[in-house]
Structure formats: structure tokens, C-alpha cells
């Protein structure tokens, strides 16, 4: 972990969905340096997806994607094609998402899924078995050997999201991005999920995009963090810099929508002032517009 | 894993045990239903004598054992039917046993070959109309399969025999027992075969598309893209296996169909298979051998089930642990 040099790096990137109407992105500025966890948050709609999508060329056809910048692990990926991106995704970069019960075909054990991923990424065919029973017993599943032969459905929603983070890792790709890969997981579960990759980004040099919806979830977790709203830019910079210094006013709002026991309404019917969403909405002015601050 | 056989043998002894019931329900069903049927089987009787009179009839009657009640009737012919003896056919001089027995391979033979036929036809076809959905090869594929379906099979069984009959002369009618000659056995029943599979297999095409598209749009298919897979690999590693589960049953189901229900393409090839025996049979109203046939397509039609069903925790693990 001695250099961190950027293994992502976007600059002034746009996305726009055709026949959609106005941008997913716009002008976003993004890196993510080799063994670091550069947290994305921001509700859903502000394009925090659509970025982790895009960094693996995974976009709807009906996306349009432009950049001054946009280096994926060394390669001008601006103008790539399918077939361009197929190279990356084969070892170089993975992703989780966030439904581990689907994410993984039914009908095919889990380490002949871990397997494949090995066998694109071009390990030889006597190495993929060990490969996959060792990366399986690192993210910490029980008997390894024995839960490879295992169908999806015989395992438990958090051990299937560790398969899936054993998949994405075990052809060593140099960054990963996962999106949500703890909000579907029950609260116990989600912070032995969090621990792995505080584990991941200690013993491994890789660079993970880690997309969440929840600002208390990334500041436990991340290095840095990147703040969306509504397709653009609000804030980005270290953890500390961002949430205990310098919030912006949309940040500030995100900070109060994580609920703590003091301010929890005493009622469910005590929705406060301004309406039950009144605390995650930025400022608005009086005119109804919306103000939203570029960092 | 023990535990996952001992699951297997508990679902397949399930499965088995309802088979069993529905087979008794069966027996009794072709039973009644061949007595509902207008007809009476010594309505042609004649005998060297002519016409005979009523009082003979009535003693025939007595001797065959139709004057007594359904109930001992069917008793008596259930009870024969464990021992695996269908009775005499009560206007040929045969047993039935032995005209079924005569008559079955055909039809299975004729059945199994379309089915395999009509499957290798398919699951390429199918499987390239899935992954280029909209594309040219697409609607080459899904226009032949809707032809295929569209035309009734005799249609293309006679343009075959007509055909042949002014060109190539091949022999294609009639029918060889696969232990009399093989080689002269399957070329006899090579066109009936292909003719059978035309359509099967473009309702296969057209099944199989669908699933594989509905396939690729499954959550999981985003995991394959990120994996690095292209869409052709998705298709034949994830999708074919996928879609193999929905497309056993029907596969399962037509092949059980197609040995009862071949009696045009029989007709047109003169094939001596179940069909035309049925047929035969139901215009005489001959009990004993409508009972016989039809109770033989039954369990055929119920053993084809119980193989599929058998055979679906194979390819789908998730079935057979609940």
C-alpha cells in the first residue's frame, strides 16, 4: 500500500439517458486510489448508481456518457464499446450489488460461479478450485470446501453476499464497486459485512467504490466520500473533512435524516414540521425553488 | 451428502405413491368412458348362418360378460389388468395384449425419434433467437417457426410422399420392425419422424426464445455482465440451464402425446402404430381393446410425468428440499 495512485479517475463526466430528458450526471470529478474506500452517498435518484455502473461500462444502452477524463486501471474507457469493456470486467475491476439472493444464478453451486469468474480472468483450470475454496474461506464462510458445492438457496443471505464479494475478489481485479452491498442485509448482518471490508482494504491493495444511500454506514467505513444530489456534484474530500468540519447544507441534511434515539419523533403520527420528509430536503427557498451547492 | 438423497428418496416416494392413485382413477375413467359411448360391439355379428337370432345374441351377450353390471365388469377387468392380461378383442380374433404389443413399439419409436429430432433442432435455434432478440436472425427464425406451426402436419407429410413419388422414388411408406431389419426401420421412419418434429420444434423455438429472454433480463444476468461474460456465453451457460426446467415439462408432455396421437402421420405413412389401432377399434366398439389402448397411452402419459418430475431436482436443486 506504499503508492495510492488513482485505479479510477473521471473528470467532467456527463451521463445522459436519451429520451429521458436532462442529465444523470453532470460534471462530476471522481477517483478512486489503489486500497482505499471511497464512499458514494446520496438518496436514491442522485446518479450514485449510475456512476458505479458506468465505471464497468454496465450503463442501459440508452446511456449516453461523455468525459474529459475517464481512466479505468490506465485505459481511455470515454468512447469504449461493449467488446472494449469485456478485457476490464474479466479480473480488472468487479462489482457486488446489492440483492445477493439474486445475484447469483440458482441452478449452479457457488464455487463453479467463482469458478468461471477465475476461468474469464484467464487462471489455468487446475488453479480455479483451491482459488475459489481459498478466496471463500477469506471472507470468512465455514468449511469452505464444503459450502462450494453448496447451491445459493442452501446459504444465508449475508454468507450469499460474502460468496458474491468472494467472486468479485477472487481473480484479484484491481478495484471493485459495490453498490448498496449491505442494505439488504439484516442489521447484524450488515456489520459483519462492513468489518469485511474494513478487512478487504487492510489486507489488500485494491481501490473500492463503496455506494450507499447511508451517510452513518459510510463514515464508518470510508477514506474519502463523495456527496451526489440529483445528478451533481455537492461535496467530496476526505471523511473527516466532509462530515465533521465543513459539511455543506445538503450534507448537513443528509447528517440529520440518520436517526438517532434522541431526536426520534414520540409518535408515529409526530411528523414535525414541513411534513414527515421536511429534515432530508436542502434548504428550500421560499419560492419553492430548490437550492442545491457545488463543492 | 446423504441428507440431500434421503430428501431425493422421500420426494420420489411421494411422487410415486400419487402416480399409483391416479393410475386406479385412470383404469376406471377409460372404463366408463368406453360405455358411454353410443355403439353396440355385436351389432355387425354375423355368422356362417347369417344374421343370428336375438335369443343367440343374448347368449353371446351372456358368454362375453356383458350383461352383468359395470361394477363386475370393471372388477373383473382391473383384476385381469394386474395380472397384465387385457382380454380377448371381442370382434378380431386377437388378444389385446398382443395387438398392443405389436403396435407400441411403433409408436414410441415414432415419438422418441421426433422428439430428439425436433429438441436438435430447437435448442440452437432457440437459443440464437433468445440472444439476438430483434435481430435479423431472430425474425428469419421466429417467421419459419410460426410457418412450421401454422401448416398442418399432414399438409407436408403428403407434399413429402407426392414429391418423392415423382422424383426421387424413394420407398417411404409402410413400416419394418426395428428387430427385423434396423437400417430398413429407421429410414421408413425418418420422414414420418421429420415431419412429426416440424412443428414440435418451432413451439420448442418459440418457447425457448421467450425464456431466454426473460432469462437475460433476471437480476442475476447483471452479475454475468460485470463478470465479464459476453451474451453469447451467458446464453449457453447460464440461460440454456435455466430455461432446461419450463422446457422438460413440455417436452415431457408432447412426447407422451405424440404416441396417442399420431394418427394422421400413421395414416399417411401406414404406419400400424396406436393410433390406427384405436381408431379401429373405438368405430367397432370394441370394449376390450379401446379399454387396452387408451389405458396404454394413460400410463405412458402418467410415467412421462413422473420422469419429469423425477427428473427436476436434477436440474433444478431447489425442488425436492421443501
Known amino acids: ?295 | 451428502m446423504p441428507s440431500a438423497f434421503r430428501a431425493y428418496g422421500r420426494y420420489a416416494v411421494r411422487k410415486l405413491g400419487s402416480t399409483v392413485f391416479v393410475l386406479v382413477v385412470l383404469s376406471l375413467i377409460v372404463f366408463l368412458m368406453v360405455r358411454l359411448v353410443p355403439g353396440d360391439p355385436l351389432a355387425g355379428y354375423y355368422d356362417t348362418q347369417g344374421i343370428p337370432s336375438d335369443t343367440k345374441i343374448a347368449a353371446l351377450r351372456a358368454q362375453l360378460g356383458l350383461d352383468k353390471p359395470w361394477p363386475v365388469q370393471y372388477a373383473s377387468w382391473f383384476g385381469a389388468l394386474l395380472h397384465g392380461d387385457f382380454g380377448d378383442s371381442l370382434t378380431q380374433p386377437y388378444s389385446v395384449g398382443s395387438q398392443i404389443a405389436k403396435r407400441l413399439p411403433y409408436s414410441i419409436e415414432l415419438s422418441v425419434l421426433s422428439t430428439l429430432i425436433a429438441l436438435a433442432i430447437a435448442i440452437p435455434f432457440g437459443l440464437v433467437a433468445g440472444r439476438r432478440e430483434g435481430a435479423w436472425q431472430d425474425a428469419v427464425i421466429r417467421a419459419c417457426s410460426f410457418f412450421a406451426i401454422a401448416m398442418p402436419s399432414f399438409v407436408i407429410g403428403l407434399a413429402i410422399v407426392l414429391t418423392n413419388s415423382r422424383t426421387l422414388r424413394l420407398r417411404l411408406v409402410g413400416a419394418v420392425s426395428f428387430a427385423q431389419d434396423p437400417f430398413d426401420n429407421l429410414r421408413l421412419m425418418l420422414a414420418p419422424a421429420l415431419v412429426l418434429a416440424f412443428p414440435f420444434a418451432a413451439e420448442l423455438i418459440r418457447y425457448l426464445r421467450a425464456n431466454v429472454i426473460e432469462d437475460l433480463k433476471r437480476p442475476y444476468a447483471v452479475t454475468l455482465r460485470a463478470k465479464g461474460l459476453t451474451r453469447g456465453q451467458m446464453v449457453s451457460g447460464h440461460s440454456l440451464r435455466n430455461s432446461l426446467i419450463p422446457l422438460s415439462t413440455v417436452v415431457g408432455l408432447h412426447l407422451a402425446a405424440l404416441v396417442g396421437g399420431t394418427v394422421v402421420i400413421e395414416n399417411v405413412f401406414s404406419i400400424p402404430g396406436m393410433g390406427q389401432f384405436l381408431i379401429q377399434s373405438i368405430n367397432a366398439a370394441d370394449y376390450p381393446s379401446v379399454q387396452g389402448a387408451v389405458f396404454v397411452i394413460g400410463v405412458i402419459f402418467i410415467a412421462m410425468n413422473l420422469v419429469i418430475e423425477l427428473l427436476y431436482p436434477v436440474i433444478n436443486p431447489r425442488i425436492g428440499e421443501v
Not at chain 1, 444502452?61 to 478485457?87: K, Q, T, Y
Not at chain 1, 477469506?138 to 459450502?147: D, F, K, N, Q
Not at chain 1, 462450494?148 to 475478489?169: K, N, W
Not at chain 1, 451526489?228 to 468540519?245: I, K, P
Open chain 1, 1 to 295: 500500500m506504499s503508492d495510492r495512485h488513482d485505479v479510477v479517475s473521471a473528470s467532467g463526466l456527463n451521463i445522459a439517458y436519451t429520451g429521458a430528458g436532462g442529465f444523470a450526471l453532470r460534471d462530476i470529478d471522481f477517483t478512486i486510489r489503489a486500497g482505499e474506500i471511497h464512499g458514494i452517498v446520496g438518496e436514491s435518484g442522485s446518479g450514485k448508481s449510475t456512476l458505479g455502473l458506468s465505471l464497468l461500462g454496465l450503463l442501459p444502452e440508452n446511456a449516453r456518457l461523455s468525459a474529459s477524463v475517464f481512466s479505468i486501471a490506465g485505459h481511455d474507457m470515454a468512447a469504449a464499446h461493449e467488446h472494449d469493456w469485456i478485457p476490464i470486467r474479466r479480473g480488472v475491476g468487479s462489482m457486488v450489488f446489492q440483492e445477493p439472493s439474486s445475484a447469483l444464478d440458482p441452478t449452479l453451486p457457488v464455487g463453479r460461479q467463482i469458478e468461471e469468474s477465475l476461468k474469464l480472468a484467464g487462471w489455468p483450470r487446475d488453479q480455479r478450485r483451491a482459488r475459489a475454496i481459498q478466496i471463500l474461506d477469506r471472507v470468512h464462510i465455514p468449511e469452505p470446501e464444503r459450502r462450494a458445492d453448496m447451491y445459493p438457496h442452501q446459504l444465508s443471505g449475508g454468507q450469499r453476499q460474502r460468496v458474491c464479494i468472494a467472486m468479485a475478489l477472487a481473480p484479484r481485479p484491481t478495484f471493485l464497486i459495490a453498490d448498496e452491498p449491505t442494505s439488504a442485509l439484516d442489521v447484524t448482518v450488515q456489520h459483519e459485512i462492513l468489518d469485511l471490508f474494513r478487512e478487504i482494504r487492510r489486507v489488500t491493495d485494491i481501490g473500492i467504490a463503496f455506494i450507499s444511500h447511508d451517510l452513518a454506514v459510510v463514515s464508518q467505513i470510508a477514506d474519502r466520500v463523495t456527496v451526489l444530489y440529483r445528478g451533481g456534484l455537492v461535496q467530496h474530500g476526505t471523511v473527516h473533512d466532509v462530515l465533521a468540519n465543513h459539511p455543506e447544507p445538503y450534507t448537513q441534511a443528509l447528517l440529520r435524516a440518520v436517526p438517532s434515539v434522541r431526536d426520534r419523533p414520540k409518535s408515529p403520527f409526530d411528523i414535525g414540521q414541513g411534513g414527515a420528509w421536511s429534515s432530508v430536503r436542502p434548504h428550500e427557498t421560499d419560492d419553492g425553488t430548490k437550492e442545491v451547492s457545488h463543492g
